[in-house]
């Protein structure tokens, strides 16, 4: 099973960055999702080994996932952040996808995001 560590969560103000990272313990498809307080956890974006990528409604356009496989790290760029995006983030493996919530078997402990207004 592989192994995932994510860092860079923190406390900022609305319209700041924020960059997450995912470490990997090995060759695999990362996914990025979030839980807000009393709500489901759901994907935001995802990436195979190739770098393709794809984003929930949620995520597109403020957000960029990307990977450096050497490091075998994903990170998430967060940039204009809003108070709505505040969450515990998680990253999680995937073997065979990585576009829907049932490819991914594997979780991080999960990085708090707190957006203050």
């Known amino acids: 099973q592989v192994q995932l560590v994510e860092s860079g969560g923190g406390l900022v103000q609305a319209g700041a960055s924020l960059r997450l990272s995912c470490a990997a313990s090995?060759?695999?498809?990362i996914g990025w999702f979030r839980q807000a307080p009393g709500k489901e956890r759901e994907l935001g974006a995802g990436?195979?080994?190739?770098?393709?990528?794809y984003y929930a409604d949620s995520m597109k356009g403020r957000f960029t996932i990307s990977r450096d496989n050497a490091k075998n790290t994903v990170y998430l760029q967060m940039n204009s952040l809003k108070p709505e995006d505040t969450a515990v983030y998680y990253c999680?493996?995937?073997?065979?996808?990585?576009?829907?919530?049932?490819?991914?078997?594997?979780w991080g402990q999960g990085t708090q995001v707190t957006v203050s207004s």
């Open positions: 999680a493996a995937a073997r065979h996808c990585y576009d829907s919530v049932p490819c991914f078997d594997s």
């Open positions: 090995g060759r695999t498809h």
């Open positions: 990436i195979n080994w190739y770098s393709r990528t």
